[in-house]
């Protein structure tokens, strides 16, 4: 019974001078279920070294992914969203609005920025899914349509990273009129001559699909990521059939001709950074 009596000490780390690992430093792959450690992840741009899956990520990892050395000004960053149906499901809306900016430290489900991609210029603006599933609201579209409006006064390409469950039911008809404002602003981007590149990840879904995400003058998207309208339950219980295997992946979206091409995130600086290039020559 030497285990339980400790006669021999094995373990000199006393009870009160353990230390808890620290919240954050471990992650778990929520594909093949394996540790991450979260400097590695994050040198590996957040895509899982053992099976390439491409973890969620929100604007923040975007921007350190992408901007050169992470520096970019932020635009329109204190736009917030109003209440103008007075919605209250178990709670009232702007309650829930200030719960989801305390969480996440948004002010939105989006954010904006102008920096350089390969010394190239350009503008982003990045859904964040952790902001009411990355639903689509009036600050949503204002801001899209502000940065397009910027892209085309300095004569910037402009990236848009779709990340969303679709149209915020919160805010109900001033929700899907973001579609046709969004839709409206694009095509003077393109009068303007100036490069759409849409970037779809996973998930972009619903209203988000049916309008800016699939307007791209490139459209790409990254490995595995889910791409559709309705969700592959309710488009079953619809048609009353099975679905194919795949169906609404990014890979079967490409299959079909909806996407130009599937990057993986670790070399999508320098696809971006090689394109833009070649437009702006």
């Known amino acids: 019974m030497a285990w339980f009596k400790r006669e021999n000490k094995g373990i000199i780390t006393t009870t009160e001078e353990k230390k808890e690992a620290p919240d954050g430093l471990w992650n778990k792959c ?17 895509v899982c070294h053992y099976c390439s899956y491409h973890l969620r990520v929100g604007s923040k990892e975007y921007f350190e992914v992408l901007f050169d050395d992470n520096e970019f000004k932020e635009l329109f960053a204190n736009l917030t969203s109003g209440d103008p149906l007075n919605f209250n499901d178990n709670k009232p809306y702007t309650d829930r609005i200030l719960e989801s900016q305390a969480k996440t430290g948004l002010k939105d489900a989006i954010r904006a920025g102008v920096g350089k991609i390969e010394g190239q210029d350009i503008v982003i603006a990045c859904m964040d899914f952790a902001f009411i599933g990355g639903s689509m609201g009036s600050v949503v579209g204002e801001k899209i349509a502000r940065s397009i409006d910027y892209s085309i006064k300095h004569k910037i390409p402009f990236l848009m990273i779709s990340k969303s469950g679709g149209a915020r039911m919160m805010e109900a008809a001033f929700s899907l009129m973001q579609m046709a404002k969004t839709s409206a602003k694009l095509a003077l981007l393109s009068q303007a001559k100036i490069p759409y590149i849409s970037l779809l990840t996973d998930p972009t879904t619903g209203g988000v699909t049916a309008s800016y995400a699939m ?13 559709g309208f309705a969700g592959p339950r309710v488009i079953k219980e619809t048609i009353k059939k099975d679905l194919p295997k795949g169906f609404q992946t990014s890979e079967f979206v490409l299959e079909h001709g909806f996407l130009d091409f599937i990057v993986d995130r670790r070399a999508m600086k320098a696809k971006l950074g090689a394109f833009i290039k070649m437009m702006n020559n």
Do not use: F, V
């Open 30 to 46: 929520p594909n093949c279920k394996k540790p991450l450690h979260q400097a590695e992840l994050q040198e590996n741009k957040y």
């Open 215 to 227: 307007l791209g003058d490139i459209n790409i998207a990254e490995p595995g990521a889910l791409i």
